[in-house]
């Protein structure tokens, strides 16, 4: 079974250029999340999707970060435009979601550095 | 609200020597709980969960953690370091399905 899929692994762009995350996650699986993680530091929810639906997203940026899930299975993460601030790793998670399921997997993230 | 604390942000170990890496938490509900394992430049990868049916729960590895409500904490352990365990161990906790909060980590480092 394929794992949570990923891209690019590593960006590199200019301040105040925009950039895009890619993820496909687990076949079958209805809950995804993107998270923000800093050196030395566990992963931070930026927004969470039940299927196609956005459920919470009270810690995303919204004034430079937007993100999709069209059909409910694959998602994009975009930053407009980037700062030198977001430099991070950007990992995304899926879970099977419903009661019980809470244990997520995650893919190798994409590392973002802003010069 | 839920939160997590890992106490010690780095943790060295000989090789055949104990594993303890601490994790507290606070939950206003029955929690579940879970250690993660990162290796440089990957995701994180599932190590075990604890969902109430035991206290001591077995994960890979040869790792194991005790769930103690008293004290609010989920320690992981392994009774004998390896190489290989080199790597960076996060503590989560989940009130609700699709809600976790991650810890801050601790980084193994296993001396030979």
């Known amino acids: 079974e394929a794992g949570v899929v990923q891209s690019p692994r590593y960006k590199i762009i200019e301040k105040k250029q925009p950039v895009a995350f890619w993820c496909n996650p687990i076949?079958?699986?209805?809950?995804l999340y993107w998270y923000l993680q800093n050196l030395g530091q566990g992963p931070e929810l930026l927004i969470r999707?039940?299927?196609?639906?956005?459920?919470?997203d009270s810690q995303l940026p919204k004034d430079r970060f937007s993100a999709e899930r069209l059909k409910g299975v694959d998602s994009t993460l975009k930053i407009q435009p980037a700062e030198l601030g977001d430099s991070a790793v950007y990992l995304c998670?899926?879970?099977?979601?419903?009661?019980?399921?809470?244990?997520?997997?995650f893919g190798p993230g994409t590392r973002l550095t802003v010069t | 609200a839920q939160s997590v604390t890992q106490l010690g942000s780095h943790v060295s170990v000989s090789e055949g020597a104990l594993v303890l890496l601490r994790c507290n938490y606070s939950?206003?509900?029955?929690?579940?709980l879970f250690w993660y394992v990162q290796y440089p430049n990957q995701g994180l990868q599932l190590l075990l969960k604890?969902?109430?049916?035991?206290?001591l729960v077995k994960g890979i590895n040869g790792f194991e953690a005790e769930f103690k409500k008293s004290e609010t904490s989920f320690h992981l352990t392994k009774p004998s370091a390896h190489m290989s365990d080199a790597a960076e161990y996060f503590c989560a906790v989940s009130e609700k399905a699709g809600k976790s909060t991650f810890g801050d980590g601790t980084t193994l480092t296993v001396k030979p």
């Open positions: 604890y969902t109430s049916a035991a206290t």
């Open positions: 939950s206003s509900v029955p929690p579940y």
């Open positions: 999707y039940e299927n196609e639906e956005a459920v919470d």
């Open positions: 076949s079958g699986h209805n809950t």
């Open positions: 998670a899926s879970s099977l979601g419903g009661q019980g399921n809470h244990e997520q997997y």
